[in-house]
């Protein structure tokens, strides 16, 4: 077995499982996936759970074979015999291996980390050093690139040679504080990303958060973040999306790398504690499970909103977008009045009385009792339980 397929092996045992729910907690909710790699398994487990999923995948890996750029960096690395070896990713490490094999200087490589102090981000990629026969002598508190720095920095890197294998998003900054601090910097980057086949899925993407046609936008690498944000750029839809994903649609990022091109744009992403794929599951289905289902006991039904699923009793019900929307606010309100120029501007009638007059109407004869929706002179509308 090789190096690589050593690492794969222990990469695929290390990954989260994700059970079967014993409902469908997502049931009615519509998640958008950007990941390319892996987006199979995040797809299948969201849909298990019962959520529609729009999936546009922002970046793609470049083929291992077609990346000469990778190869002469391992090459510099290996001649250069660095005093310090920092292991980003899991993924990283295998795909910086599996090249090395391919270009016949694998086990060149394995002799030069060897023969240097290696440091980990995190459990994952303290796994797959380990599978690759390596040992590591320090691992980050909590899992970021900034903590190993500082470790490095507290012990001095001065007239030391350091070797970073980058993840995909380059953390230029730490990089610079090592260099600050005297140490010669070399990096490797096992990953490269490229526009993915079928381009147009992502504008699609775009136009779905900016409608407010999804409840939770996933992300799971910096790279693709910044893929959506030069393609809103071109689209003239930039300054729509960023506001769309502080209001009614949800940003979430596997962890705080990823987060961080959210956080730079103003956005307060949902982040789990454990920066893995099976804990963002979990935290997304419980964000929208205790935030985003409406429920509300009336004398003759109940009715239950659960992002664009609309139950009367238990049945499913087909509701307009417009209606859905009106609602989801009425619902939202809690049995407060709200105005018919609230309402005109959020279903964006422009002030039309008589558009939102039949959306009244339309939401009214879905409704197991009309009455529910109540007219309020002079004032506007409210649930009535």
Not at 141 to 154: G, I, N
Not at 273 to 300: F, Q
Request: proline share 5%.
């Amino acid at each position: 077995m090789t190096v690589a397929r050593a690492i794969e092996v222990q990469d695929a045992t290390a990954a989260p499982e994700v059970t079967e729910a014993a409902e469908a907690p997502l049931d009615g909710f519509r998640i958008g996936v950007t990941s390319h790699r892996r987006s199979r398994d995040l797809i299948e487990a969201l849909e298990r759970r019962g959520a529609s999923v729009l999936h546009a995948p922002a970046l793609k890996i470049a083929p291992v074979q077609e990346d000469m750029v990778l190869i002469e960096d391992t090459r510099t690395i290996i001649a250069a015999t660095p005093d310090i070896c920092i292991a980003t990713t899991a993924y990283g490490m295998r795909r910086w291996c599996e090249a090395a094999d391919s270009f016949g200087i694998g086990e060149q490589l394995l002799e030069t980390l060897s023969a240097c102090r290696m440091f980990v981000r995190g459990p994952k990629a303290r796994g797959a050093v380990r599978a690759a026969g390596l040992a590591d002598v320090g691992i980050s508190s909590d899992e970021t690139t900034a903590t190993l720095v500082d470790m490095l920095l507290a012990e001095g890197v001065r007239g030391k040679t350091v070797a970073v294998q980058l993840h995909g998003y380059t953390d230029v900054r730490q990089l610079e504080r090592l260099r600050m601090s005297g140490a010669t910097v070399l990096t490797v980057t096992p990953y490269r990303w490229v526009k993915p086949d079928g381009e147009d899925k992502l504008p699609r993407l775009i136009e779905a958060v900016v409608s407010g046609n999804l409840d939770v936008l996933t992300f799971t690498s910096a790279p693709a973040v910044d893929a959506m944000w030069s393609t809103a750029h071109e689209m003239g839809l930039y300054r729509q999306l960023i506001e769309a994903l502080k209001g009614p649609v949800t940003v979430a990022a596997v962890g705080p790398v990823t987060a961080q091109p959210l956080v730079d744009a103003g956005l307060t992403p949902l982040i789990p504690d454990r920066y893995r794929m099976g804990a963002l599951i979990r935290l997304v289905t419980e964000h929208l499970s205790l935030n985003h289902v409406r429920r509300l006991e009336t004398k003759s039904a109940t009715i239950e909103l659960r992002g664009r699923c609309l139950r009367i009793n238990g049945e499913v019900v087909e509701l307009a977008p417009a209606p859905l929307l009106l609602l989801r606010a009425l619902l939202g309100a809690g049995g407060a009045v709200l105005s018919r120029e609230a309402l005109s501007e959020l279903l964006d009638l422009r002030g039309s009385v008589h558009a939102l007059d039949m959306t009244v109407s339309r939401l009214r004869s879905a409704l197991p009792d009309g009455k529910l929706v109540e007219t309020v002179v002079k004032r506007g509308y409210r649930l009535r339980a």
